[in-house]
């Protein structure tokens, strides 16, 4: 759950990027070809079944993004600076993303 949980806090926070997003479905995609066999096989667990709840929410919130690409609300995709977000009520405003305040980059291990 920790490559899931990183992977999603990085790839699909409150600064995005498509980049990131594609990133993070890849890895979503990973991890439900290793957890599929074992759900099949009925061996279910609490922390199981936490695993395919934060892939279903992870992958909701990675392709709602791409989908939607303006900002409504605290989130943006950085692609889209150059569009100058516009509020949910039509009020124009600028967004300064905070530099440095990500965590530390991991390479996530090829899927097998």
């Given at each position: 759950?920790?490559?899931?949980?990183?992977?999603?806090?990085k790839n699909a926070g409150?600064?995005?990027?498509?980049h990131d997003?594609?990133?993070a479905l890849r890895v979503i995609n990973c991890i439900e070809r290793q957890v599929e066999p074992i759900w099949k096989r009925r061996r279910w667990s609490p922390d199981?079944?936490?695993?395919?709840?934060l892939l279903v929410?992870?992958?909701?919130?990675?392709?709602?993004?791409?989908?939607?690409?303006k900002s409504v609300g605290a989130h943006y995709l950085e692609d889209e600076l150059n569009a100058r977000p516009t509020h949910a009520m039509g009020e124009k405003r600028s967004v300064v993303p905070v530099r440095g305040s990500h965590m530390t980059t991991v390479s996530p291990r090829p899927c097998r």
């Open positions: 759950m920790t490559a899931l949980s990183h992977s999603i806090t409150i600064v995005r990027n498509a997003l594609e990133n199981l079944m936490d695993m395919r709840d929410v992870g992958r909701s919130i990675a392709e709602s993004a791409l989908s939607e690409p």
